[in-house]
């Protein structure tokens, strides 16, 4: 079992900036995949960025701005995100998996956090 419990959402102005946190509770979770989603109000949740033990990937709409990284000894992966845009406002989500597949469909992802608020004004 694993929780994961994510942080560093906030208001903040168009072409700033946020680092996202997502603590997990688990010794291995190492081995997890772990993705980014977010959800805006009357639509789906969407993947943002994704992150295995080796190797990343990153939705089109945010490369160039966001970055994801772990650091396995905390047990927490970051997300973050650059240049932000008010169409990046929504609700943020860590989402985690065993093994090596990273996935971008939400319905793969095993377990999931309680989501934190990230609205940019323009």
């Known amino acids: 079992q694993v929780q994961l419990v994510e942080s560093g959402g906030d208001l903040v102005q168009a072409g700033g900036s946020l680092r996202l946190s997502c603590a997990a509770s688990?010794?291995?979770?190492?081995?997890?995949?772990v993705g980014w989603f977010r959800q805006a109000p009357g639509k789906e949740r969407e993947f943002v960025a994704g992150i295995k033990y080796s190797g990343d990937r990153l939705a089109d709409s945010v490369k160039g701005r966001f970055t994801i990284s772990r650091d396995n000894a905390k047990n927490t992966v970051y997300l973050q995100m650059n240049s932000l845009k008010p169409e990046d406002t929504a609700v943020y989500y860590c989402?985690?998996?065993?093994?090596?597949?990273?996935?971008?469909?939400?319905?793969?992802?095993?377990?999931w956090g309680q989501g934190t608020q990230v609205t940019v004004s323009s």
């Open positions: 688990g010794r291995t979770f190492s081995s997890y995949s």
């Open positions: 989402a985690a998996k065993p093994g090596l597949y990273l996935p971008t469909m939400a319905e793969a992802y095993d377990y």
